[in-house]
Structure formats: C-alpha cells, structure tokens
C-alpha cells in the first residue's frame, strides 16, 4: 500500500547523507552479477513487509517461506512494520548499516531511496529474467530513476468510479463513457433521487482530481533534468480542474459539505447509500459491503471516462519489492522477489488483498473477470494507470496538501480556478526550488 507523505520530503537531505555514510562503511555492499539461481543452504534472508494490506499476511508467508526454503535451501525472517512508522524505521535502518535484504516499499518511496543510494537497481536483473515488457507501466515508472529500476512491481491499486446500479437500472441509466454523459448521468439522479448526492467531490481528496488534470491533456509537474516545475497553470490542467469542480459547483451534483471531505467519507457516504456515485479505491468495494451488506448485487464499477471517450488516467498506487544495496545476499534477494512478485504467489497476494499484481499478464487476467468489482478497475489500471511526479520533493507538496487545500479553495468559492491553481503552482515550485 502507498505510504502517507507526511513529512517524508523533508528529510530528503538526511536520508542521502545516512545512505551514502552506511554505504561507505558497508563498501558500498555487494555488487553481484545478475546470474541465476544461488544456494542459500545455511543463510537467512531478512525481509521487511508492512502491516495492514493483507488482513491475515502470516499465513501467506509461512506459504513463501517454506516454498523458498524448498526452492533455495534458505530462511526467511519475515518482520511486519506499521506503515506510519516506517520511513523512520528505514531512514535509520539505513543510517546504522541495518537494512534488511528484502523490502516491501511504498511506491512514494522508492524514488527517495534509490536516489539516495540505499537501493539497488533491478533494471539488469529484470531484464535478464524477460519481464521487461511484462510490468505494469505505472509501477515501473514509480520506481524508476533515470535509468535504474529501484522497485520491483508487487502489488497496486487504482481508483475508478463505484456507482450504485440498481439505481441506474430503475432509472434506465449506462454508466458514462465521456465527460458530458457523467454530467447527463448525475443530473438524472439529481431529478430523480432528490434525496441522493449523485457524485460528491471531495475536496480533501488529492486523487479525485488528478484523472481530470490528465484527462483533459494537463501534467501535475514536469521534469527538465533535474528540474520539476509545476503545470497546473497550463490551459489543459485548468480545464480538468475546471470541469471537476463545476461538477459540484455549477451542476450541482455534488453537496457543499463535501468540500472537506477525505476519501473514506466518500466510502461512507456511499456504503450508507446517500451517493450514487464516487471515486473510488479498488480495495474500496469490499470495504462498503463489510459495511452495507445490503448493499451485495447493488454496486458496480466503471473506468473514469476521457473528455470525449476512452479512459482518464488514475493514480496508480501499491508498492514495490526492493532489495537493499547493502545485502550480501543480493543474489538470493533477488531469488525471492521474483517468486513473491510473478506467478502463484503474486497472484495468491492479490486475491488475498483486494489489490492488483504487478505483472500484466496477471493484471490482464482480472481485467478479463466477470465480476464487476474486478474487471472495470483492472482495465483502468492496465490502459490509464499514471503516476504522481517521481520525485521525493513531491512528497513535501502531498505533505503541505497543496492540491487539496486548492480544490477545497474552489469548491467553497474562496478563489477562482486560475486563482487557486496559480497559488498552487508558486507553493509547489518554492518546494522544488528547495525551500520549505
């Protein structure tokens, strides 16, 4: 699962200095070749894994350890962290020369350590093993710096739209395939089911705008070297912004109480069946039927449309499987992130998560499912998967929560689209610029 930025951008700085001080002592760990298979008869790995995305992980573990142990002759000391604690954990694993061989990160993460040092690239391993052209696009991407791939794809999660169908069949409803039917879409409910939000935006949802920003052509940030700059003040962002917040603000389909929601008070006010439609997370739909069993049969899901047909791009969020640059097993490290990230057990992890693998020949499967909670998300994940800017500074900017406190300006009337967007933009080049 992606991690919480907080405050992790900040300590940017630190976390080079440390990695680049435990390496030296290390010497600069082991830098093996890519070959094959290495016996581990006598050795233990040991492996990082947060807590949290799979309910009941143990179990699972137990599988992969005695399957490694088969397979390699080695251990595995499988060690579970909490997610809010775990940059800490890594900033001073890495400081101390104490880093695990195997890791679990989040994908806002892995760029940080990498470029930091800490990391070693999988790029050749990847390669040589040919599943260069079989990971999902935007996990790769997450992960890569430059040239180096940081991150083997583990496991995602993407947001698309939940909606209830048993209201679009009692109203005669399909689900929209372009902006304008989502508009045709909500006002039905909205004359119909008065007593219903048709689709709440959620200001304090970074995510919710992001697919519209791309949508309609705009970037987030772009990179010149090693520059970022941010492009919300590009025509293409202000239309997504622009047409995202009028949903709420001129077609009325949203409520003006959903200015400061978060995204779980879009899951509840879905699963307590106030909304007809949201944003929403792949690992969100079972959630509201723990929580609305009355709802089962009732909810479906559809790719967020493009302007005028095909899909808007979603935040595509998980994590990956990293192996430390200061393992002296490197070679067996890389043994057990093939088998936990391809295959039966990948795809064992993804069904007992709610989440996706990171492999497209597993992703394509799910996108092939018949079970409308499954198929519509992998489809949005396998063609419009995207990515935030690959950059730890971006991390300061999810911290600060410039882009929610733009959207919450916009949607209670506090500042014009190019208003907030322009404010926006000069906090998140301060940021890349270096300053605070």
Known sequence: MWSKPGSRGLRRAAVALVAASALAVAGCGSSPDTGGAASGEGRTLTVWIMEGTNPDARPFFDEVTTAFRNQTGASLDVQFLPWASAHDRFVTSIAGGTTPDVAEVGTTWTGEFGEAG??????????????????????????????????????????????????????????????????????????????????????????????FVWGAGGEIATQNGTTWTSALESPQARQGIKFYSELSTVHGLSTPAAATWKETDLRDSFAQGQSAMIISGSWTPKAILEAAPELQGKI???????PTGGISPSFLGGSHLSIFEGSANQDLAWQLVQMMSTGEFAQKWGTESSFFPGTTELLNQAAASSDPLVAPFAQQMVDAGRSVPVTPLYGQVQGKKTISTMMSSILTGAATVDQATSTAAAEMNQIFAGGA
């Not at 993407?158 to 005669?172: H, K, M, P, Q, W």
């Not at 479906?300 to 493009?306: K, S």
């Open 118 to 211: 800490a990391l070693a690239d999988l790029a050749p391993r990847v390669q040589q093993a040919g599943l260069g052209n079989g990971l999902v696009d935007g996990l790769v991407e997450a992960g890569t710096v430059g040239n180096a791939l940081y991150g083997m794809p583990w496991y995602a999660g993407v947001r698309s739209i939940v909606y209830r169908t048993d209201v679009f069949a009692e109203l005669g409803l399909k689900p929209p395939t372009t902006w304008d039917e989502l508009v045709q879409v909500g006002q039905a409910i909205k004359a119909a089911k008065p007593d219903m939000v048709p689709f709440p935006i959620a200001g304090d949802n970074e995510y919710g705008v992001y697919p």
């Open 300 to 306: 479906g899901a559809f790719p967020i449309p493009g």
